[in-house]
Structures are given as C-alpha cells and as structure tokens.
C-alpha cells in the first residue's frame, strides 16, 4: 500500500549505518489540517533506507515537501514480551509545488516481502479516467 501526505519538512537526521547491510536515515514532517476551522498540528518521523538515503539532500529544513511513503510493521519478542514496531518508509521525496508524478511512468512504490527486503515493484495504479457527462451511468446497479 503506498500513500501520500504533503508537510513542512522540520528536521533531517543524519544516515545511520544500522548494520553492515542496512542503513537508515530518518526525517520529521510537520503535518497541519484544518478541522471546524481548528488548526490540528501532527509530527510525522518517517525515514529513507538503503538507497533513498540521499533523495532528502536537495531539500532544506521548512520546505513543504510531498512524500510517498509505505506503512511497514514488524514483530519482535524480548524477555518473553511481544513488541510491535511501525515506520513508515518513504521512497519518494519531492517538492509540495511539483505536479504529482504521473502513473503512466516514474518511480514506483516499492514492494516488501516479510523480511522488509525491497523485491521491486510495479505500477499497478488504475490510469485516470475522467468520462464526459454523457458517458456517466449513475444507476446504482
């Protein structure tokens, strides 16, 4: 599943090499909506691994910035205790004022299999399809 969400980029971390294999580099969004006319402020940390390390780079602190990302959860027991872990791991990175990336080409969503390895993706996305008033059938069946 991939989503989308558009914020204030507030904080970058540097990259840490969590293992010989794995790195990681972890940022903050600042997420605010508008509900009943109140302001609600969220802090979203997401982070970038392997290879996306470095997309965050050409992007300073402030900047409103749209990032795609993934909801990726793990389970782990310690001294008999059953622990839940969720990150949610970006893949894409860009400008809030960049025109969404089409689903006919570009970059798309990674997929994960158990171990959390990327095993490629496909775009799988529906292409868009706006139909003209006479072509809508609004029958319920």
Known sequence: MSLEVTGKLLVKYDTQQVSEKFKKREFVLE??????????TNFAKMQLVQNKCDIIDRFKEGE????????KGNKWERDGKVNYITNLDAWRVEAA???PANNGGGQAAPAYNNNGGNQGGGNFAAPNFNPSPETIDDLPF
């Not at 997420?31 to 609600?40: C, P, S, V």
């Not at 409103?64 to 909801?71: D, H, K, L």
């Open 97 to 99: 004022s960049a025109a």
């Open 64 to 71: 409103q910035v749209r990032v795609s990302f993934n909801i």
């Open 31 to 40: 997420l605010a909506e508008e509900i009943n006319g109140n302001i609600y």
